[in-house]
Nanobody, 116 residues
Framework: QVQLVESGGGLVQAGGSLRLSCAAS????????MGWYRQAPGNERELVAV???????NYADSVKGRFTISRDNAKTTVYLQMSSLKPEDTAVYYC??????????WGQGTQVTVSS
């Protein structure tokens, strides 16, 4: 059973930084794209950033220049370094992994709250 375990959320003041981590386990198949999505109350879940297993990245326009996504050498952990945080970044952040052969998996979500 594939598991994605997220950590690193919390409460931070505007302008501050947080680093999210998401570790994947429970599969012998390699993981293609990993990414972060977020969902604020009353809103749909939206893409924040994704990274392929070759290192190609893509970001939502709203976070470009402030957030950086990366993966470890084993390609099973993805990070999201968030800087210059704004109140509008407040949301539950979800990790997603596209596991070769068996499909998409989501983490349980981690709350990020940015106070003004």
């Amino acid at each position: 059973q594939v598991q994605l375990v997220e950590s690193g959320g919390g409460l931070v003041q505007a302008g501050g930084s947080l680093r999210l981590s998401c570790a994947a386990s429970g599969t012998r198949f390699s993981i293609n794209t990993m990414g972060w999505y977020r969902q604020a109350p009353g809103n749909e879940r939206e893409l924040v950033a994704v990274v392929t297993n070759s290192g190609t990245t893509n970001y939502a326009d709203s976070v470009k220049g402030r957030f950086t996504i990366s993966r470890d050498n084993a390609k099973t952990t993805v990070y999201l370094q968030m800087s210059s945080l704004k109140p509008e970044d407040t949301a539950v952040y979800y990790c997603r992994a596209n596991v070769r052969v068996i499909g998409l998996y989501w983490g349980q979500g981690t709350q990020v709250t940015v106070s003004s």
